[in-house]
T-cell receptor, first 112, second 114 residues
């Protein structure tokens, strides 16, 4: 059972554009939603995370939007740069359980 | 200094062999994990240890046996390797009681079973 569904699988955006990646979850016990960024040959690294007490969190060019009633959350990358080209994973976990369930990943390519 | 390190980075072996992957973290974290990333890049948790105690064991074949000699180390031993075990294995760590749930991942070990 895939508890976190991520789309699209791959995304190509022009430099300076907005990249949007979406995730949907099923388990209502989830209340911690991080996004991880992975470059080729490296381990995933935390980019930004949100808890459902807020609907949006912004850190620099990265924003998470969260819709609790729809059980969906998304990552927006503003002014996308070639250095943002990587695979992005959404994840979810019950708070404190430390058991991250990952989405399938989105391979993002930013064209110069 | 590397926060979470794994050895080896690459491991090529034949079916039926036994192999180990080692992981060390110097972040002072109390919780460590093993994840498997398959050829489609899907990441799935295998095990989690908190202060050397097994917390999560996610329906992993018992050919996989994690061992935590101390809270800075979590090793993964795999018996009777199968073709389907080929994947990238990531170790991670976090400090749960501090309330910061960020997991720090190692660089991965690419295991190829021939």
């Amino acid at each position: 059972q895939q508890q976190v569904k991520q789309s699209p699988q791959s995304l190509i955006v022009q430099k300076g554009g907005i990249s949007i990646i979406n995730c949907a979850y099923e388990n209502t016990a989830f209340d911690y939603f991080p996004w991880y960024q992975q470059f080729p040959g490296k381990g995933p690294a935390l980019l930004i995370a949100i808890r459902p007490d807020v609907s949006e969190k912004k850190e620099g060019r990265f924003t998470i939007s969260f819709n609790k009633s729809a059980k969906q959350f998304s990552l927006h990358i503003m002014d996308s740069q070639p250095g943002d080209s990587a695979t992005y994973f959404c994840a979810a976990s019950p708070w404190g359980a430390q058991k991250l369930v990952f989405g399938q990943g989105t391979r993002l390519t930013i064209n110069p | 200094d590397t926060a979470v390190s794994q050895t080896p980075k690459y491991l090529v072996t034949q079916m039926g062999n036994d192999k180990s992957i080692k992981c060390e973290q110097n972040l002072g974290h109390d919780t460590m994990y093993w994840y498997k990333q398959d050829s489609k890049k899907f990441l799935k948790i295998m095990f989690s240890y908190n202060n050397k105690e097994l917390i999560i064991n996610e329906t992993v074949p018992n050919r996989f046996s994690p061992k935590s000699p101390d809270k800075a180390h979590l090793n993964l031993h795999i018996n009777s390797l199968e073709l389907g075990d080929s994947a990238v294995y990531f170790c991670a760590s976090s400090q749960v009681p501090s309330g910061n749930y960020e997991q720090y991942f190692g660089p991965g070990t690419r295991l190829t079973v021939t």
